[in-house]
Each structure stands twice: as structure tokens, then as C-alpha cells.
């Protein structure tokens, strides 16, 4: 029996593992994976330090530059002042902070971006997935991650010189409005969910398919109370991920829909949002170390809560609503 | 006369008369001839790739759903071929339940009540319910959780809730596919003696690798082989079609006795 074995036969020698060597090169794999991981980790701790350390001396500063010669403002008053304030004019003589003027301006096309981007985009993934044929399939798909692939400042000049002045053969919108923006944004936000959202319904397992047809289910009761519902947590966390990307949107926003900070709901009339605020005092308007300098990070601190706070609520939506199938 | 056709009728569920399936240009199962009984339990066994599943499939037009499948052949449902059917309507009148459990992602009251609900059922829902999840051995565990999900049911419990789910239409026949492949013993036990009570309403075709679970449910036995093509494929066949009692001890085929003696497969 054990001259059946030909290990046995084998001389010493034959085999020698380098296992001192392989230690070695994965000691060093390991270190380079950690300095690039510590790289990226240190880099978004300095942008987040630098966000933080800006905008709390622009709310140091706050209440000097609102104080008059008759009243001392406190800083509280100051942060209240940020929160509530009606007019947003940290470039002007007067200076106003209310930042709630350039957030309704970035919700109000958010929200039209969103109303143009669900039905459109949901309906072609679930056009794709569930009634395209694999030819139109193949043809429809790359179509669609095209039009994510164009650039934003097309999308913006679109807004500008197509939408615009074909809205206004509707409504009286002006020369710059966020409807426009809002609509040209949805387009472009679409694709993406579109594509997350088809992911999602598509990897909705065959078998509740079968299971809903042997039922009896016709084809619509089988996609719309099935797999539908099914794949909402990927549908939504699709939604939010398009969201975030639409309120951090920069180039169409700035080029469709204005520079005129308006507090209001009003879609026809020209805006200014958080993003559009910051190309614009960065464009060189305003001083390093001036008032109007730290604005930039009080705004940019509260564009990345908002989105921080919308990536939070994706992540345990996604978490408390997704269905796990083996 | 009349006497006669109901006679017919009442004696067999289903009928198919040389079914042969395609996918795509592959012959996957040749000229099945088979008589399922009324209010009797017919199981499928052979080795894998012998075309039971896809047999199974093609009584409710399941195949219809694969873009390259094609069956040829006819299938007598109550006599009348099931081509003229209306698939949705067929698949009311004759209920699947699948090697997987799979509950669908809602509450437990909502995967029986779905069926009833696209298939226009008037009466009263919440007794439907409880009928039906009583009728699949299943109310007792679960009556105080009806609004839970049916996927935090254990495996057993979730293949039972399919069950329950299928028998909630009313179908005439159901069809099991290896419906206790995936479970455990003890649930494997609780489904057979399941199907033991479904009987005296529903006919029951059921495939299944267990020989044991096939002697132990079922009146009659289909033993499908495979063989080996030119095409390097495999190609499913009705061997042998009987009693289960004569199957398992005294079957006419070589092969059938070298398969239930558990020479092969």
C-alpha cells in the first residue's frame, strides 16, 4: 500500500517553499496598500479640518461685520442671523448672510431635477430590464451611458440657449430661471438612475418571477407587485445617490440659471444656488482673509452636510429595506 | 355517452401525448407519453439532466417564458389542449410550487393574498388566508405574525407558505419541483405528509431526486433517463411509466431496476 504512494519516493529536496521570501513581499504589499489607504483617508480628513477651521472663523467674524455702530451682535445672533436671514449679499456694502436664500434655490431645481429624472429614468429601467427585447436591449443601454458621458457645461448651454427659450413660448420664465436648469439637470441625472435603478431590478432573482407567474400573474402584475417592490431599496438609494449629485451640480446651474440671489420658490425667475455662489467668489471677487472669502466654506460646509446627510439616510434605507435572497 | 366523457374526464388530469422540448435547436427531452391520474400523486425520478423539471414545466407553460424553448407535442388538460389556454389562465388552474422556496418579499398574509388578488377572488380575504395556510400545515406557527415577512420563515416554513400560496387559487393540479431538495428532514417529512392530505383535492405531479420520498408519496412512477447525443448533449426519455409499487419492485426495465436498486444516477 504505501509503495503506492509516490511521495514517499520523492527525494528530499524536491520541494522548497520560499517561505521566508513570500513573507517578505507580503509585508511590503502590505505597507504600500496602507500608506495608499492612509493617503486618501488623510485627504479627505484635511478637506473636511480645512472645511471646519474656514467656517468657524467666518462664524468668529460674523458678528463684527454685522454690528453697527448702535448694537454689539453676539455670536449666537450671528449663527441665527446665517440661518434665517432673507437676503444673501456677503458682496455688497449692506452684507446680508442668510444662506437659506441659495439652499431654496438649490432645493427648488433639485426637487424639478428629481421630477424630471424618476419617471423618466425609472421607466427606462424598467423598460429595459423587463420589456426590451436583447437586441434593443444591447442598442438602448450604451445609448444611455452616453448621455452620461456629455460633458456638464453642454448640458449647461443647452439649459440656456434650447430649453430656455422653448419654455418661453409657455411660460414667462426669463433669460436666466431655474426651471430650465432644474429640467436640463434631470436630464442629466437621468442615465444614472436609469442604470442604478435597472441593477437593482434586474438582480431581482428570477425565481419570484416564476413564482408570480405560476400564480396566474400577468406580465404587469409580475414587474409591478413583485419585482418591483422587490428592488425599491435599490430604486431609492439610486434616486438619493442622483440627488446628492444634483445638489453638488455646478456648471448648469451657474450658466442656466443666474447669479441673483432670490429667496423664494419661484421656478421663472433667475437664482443663485450654494454651487453657483462658489464658482462666483472664486472666479476672484473676493479678498483671501475676507468675510467674503470664508463664505465660501460656510457654504461649502453646508452643501456637504446636506449631502453628507443624504448619503447617511441612502445608506440605511438600503440597509433597513433590502431584501437578502441566497 | 355523457356518462362516459365524465368518466374520462374525472380519471385523468392531465395528458401528454408525445412531448417533445427544444432549446434552441437542442433536443432536450424526446416523445414523453404520460397519463397523470386524478386526485393521485405521479412522481418524476431519473438522474440529472434527464428532463423531469422540463417536463414538469411544460403542464403549466412555464417553458413559454424561455425565449429558446419550443415544445412540440400536445398536452390535454380535462381534455382540452392547453395550447388553446390562455397561460395565465392555466397556470390558476394549475399551481407550481419550486425547488426554492421563494416567498416573495412582502408579509406572509400578502404572499397568499397576491394570487388571490390578480386572479379577481371576491370572497373574504382573511379567511382565504387562514384556509389556506391551514391547508399547508402551516397556520398554527404562524397566526400571530401573519404581517411579518415570509422571508424570515425558516426554509421548511417558507416552502410551506409556497404551498400555501399555490393552493390559495384553487388549482386542480399542482406541480412540485423537488419541493424538498432544499429542506431539512423533519420539513421534507411535514410537506410529504402535506401532500398525503392535498391529495384527496388536488392531483399532485411531483419531481424529486429522493427515491425513498418517491416510493414513500406517490401512486405512480415516471423514470426518465438521459442519454448521450451526437452533439455531446444529453437528451431526456421516458423509460418507464407504472404503479409506483411495481416500479420499485418489479419494474420491466433493465434500467429502472439498475436505477431504484441504486446502481446509478
Known sequence: MTAELPLNDIAPGTWKPNRGRSETIQLIIKIICGAFATISILTTIGIIGTLIFEAFSFFGNLPSELSKDSEQVSYMQGVIHFLTAGRWTPLFASKQFGIFVLISATLMITFISILVALPLGLLAAICLSEYASPKIRKVLKPVLEILAGVPTVVYGYFALLTVTPFLKTFFPVEGFNSLSAGIVLGIMITPMVASLSEDAIYSVPQSLRDGAYALGGTKRETVWSVVLPAALSGIVSSLILATSRAIGETMIVTLAAGANPTLGFNPFVPVMTMTAYIVQVTKGDAPHGTIAYQTLYAVGITLFLITLALNIFSFWFVRRFRQKYD | ?265
Open chain 2, 1 to 265: 355517452m355523457q356518462d362516459i366523457r365524465n368518466q374520462t374526464m374525472t380519471d385523468t388530469a392531465l395528458k401528454a401525448e408525445k412531448i417533445s422540448v427544444y432549446y434552441g435547436s437542442t433536443l432536450a427531452v424526446k416523445d414523453v407519453f404520460l397519463d397523470i391520474p386524478r386526485n393521485q400523486i405521479v412522481a418524476f425520478i431519473g438522474p440529472s439532466g434527464c428532463g423531469k423539471s422540463t417536463v414538469l414545466r411544460c403542464f403549466n407553460r412555464m417553458n413559454d417564458l424561455i425565449p429558446s424553448a419550443r415544445v412540440d407535442g400536445n398536452i390535454l388538460f380535462d381534455g382540452e389542449n392547453i395550447k388553446r389556454f390562455d397561460p395565465v389562465e392555466l397556470r390558476r388552474r394549475v399551481g407550481m410550487v419550486f425547488q426554492k422556496p421563494n416567498p416573495f418579499p412582502k408579509s406572509i398574509y400578502e404572499n397568499i393574498a397576491f394570487g388571490a388578488r390578480i386572479n379577481g377572488y371576491q370572497g373574504d380575504m382573511d379567511e382565504l388566508v387562514e384556509r389556506s395556510l391551514k391547508g399547508a400545515a402551516l397556520w398554527d406557527e404562524v397566526k400571530d405574525k401573519l404581517k411579518e415577512s415570509g422571508l424570515g420563515l425558516s426554509g421548511g416554513q417558507q416552502q410551506r407558505l409556497c404551498i400555501a400560496r399555490a393552493i390559495a387559487i384553487e388549482p386542480e393540479v399542482i406541480l412540485m419541483d423537488e419541493p424538498c431538495s432544499a429542506l431539512d428532514p423533519i420539513s421534507t417529512l411535514k410537506v410529504e405528509e402535506l401532500m398525503h392530505d392535498l391529495k384527496m383535492q388536488y392531483t399532485i405531479v411531483i419531481v424529486t431526486h429522493n427515491m425513498q420520498q418517491a416510493s414513500r408519496v406517490s401512486d405512480k412512477t415516471a423514470f426518465f433517463n438521459a442519454q448521450a447525443t451526437e452533439a455531446g448533449g444529453k437528451m431526456g426519455y421516458l423509460v418507464e411509466y407504472d404503479e409506483t409499487q411495481v416500479i420499485f419492485s418489479n419494474p420491466r426495465e433493465e434500467y429502472t431496476r439498475d436505477y431504484v436498486s441504486g446502481r446509478f444516477g
